[in-house]
């Protein structure tokens, strides 16, 4: 399903606000924090310094690998879940991947949404697309006790954008559909989906003059699944991925060179305030 409701922005980006720029300015510092080495030989680092910019939260700790690691959440019980990992591949810093996104769900945590963050351990390799990623045993214990989640946003990679024709790509056959310009923001799910991506992509661009393109596919094609919310489809809940199209667009990633440098934090902020926007509206629907 490739027809969203709503237009994408087009045009020059309106200036960006007073607050625009302070929040792009935070998310710069967390990236350059989260992004200073590989996080996978390392986790707690990271962990410490997302539990303490969440301030109230909780951790959920969990065997892997024959060491404990732990998703931290924040404390506030809602019906939305907002995540994003916060490991990295071996020899990469992982500045987009996925220190922009926690940079994001930080930000966003300090709005007091209406919704739980949560920063997942674990979505890279060995563990991707297994039981032992961190999403994976969130998902699992929230089906346990029953609780009830309407939906689940999985950030992956929200800092790459460029304005150069033939700079976005695509798998088979979406590419005769979308533009070749890497300066949007994606909503990807599956076909099971299908209603939260529209919903979603629908208020964000209600929302926020910023460019966002948006599908719903056959989980098979390359790319659909490949994050957190692939975790919580398998547990029967809605879940989508927000992105900025990770390979199909960024050079460097899962390499040594995906350093802080390489992002757009300003673009990074205005993704931020859409989303936060966005989160307001659709549990304004829920009430």
């Known amino acids: 399903m490739i027809a969203m409701p709503g ?56 065997e892997s690998g024959g060491r404990k690691v732990r998703n931290i959440q924040t404390t506030n019980p809602a019906v939305t879940i907002v995540g994003a990992h916060y490991d990295t591949v071996p020899g990469s810093p992982g500045a987009d991947d996925n220190a922009s996104a926690v940079a994001v769900l930080i930000e966003l945590a300090a709005m007091q949404l209406p919704a739980r963050f949560v920063a997942f351990a674990n979505e890279e390799m060995p563990y991707f697309l297994g039981p032992e990623m961190g999403s994976f045993v969130s998902a699992k214990r929230l089906r346990e006790r029953g609780e009830n989640v309407r939906a689940m946003f999985s950030l992956e990679m929200l800092g790459y954008y460029r304005d150069v024709p033939g700079s976005q790509h695509y798998p088979a056959p979406l590419g005769w559909f979308y533009p070749d310009r890497a300066d949007f923001i994606g909503f990807v799910g599956d076909l099971g989906a299908r209603v939260l991506v529209r919903r979603s992509i629908a208020s964000f661009r ?10 719903a596919a056959p989980g098979m094609i390359p790319g659909v699944t ?12 809605p879940a989508i991925m927000v992105t900025d199209t990770a390979f199909y667009r960024y050079p460097h990633y899962h390499l040594p060179s995906d350093t802080p440098e390489k992002l757009d934090y300003e673009r990074m902020a205005r993704v931020t305030l859409g989303l936060a926007a966005m989160l307001r509206e659709l549990a304004d629907e829920a009430r």
Do not use: M
């Open 226 to 237: 490949w994050s957190d919310h692939w975790a919580f489809r398998k547990h029967g809940y």
């Open 7 to 62: 237009r994408s922005h087009a045009g020059p980006l309106p200036p960006l606000s007073d607050e625009g720029r302070a929040l792009a300015e935070r998310l710069r510092r967390h990236v350059a924090v989260l992004a200073k080495s590989e996080r996978n030989t390392d986790l707690e680092t990271a962990a410490r310094y997302i539990e303490s910019a969440f301030g109230s939260c909780e951790s959920q700790y969990f």
């Open 206 to 215: 209600k929302h926020a003059q910023f460019p966002s393109e948006g599908v």
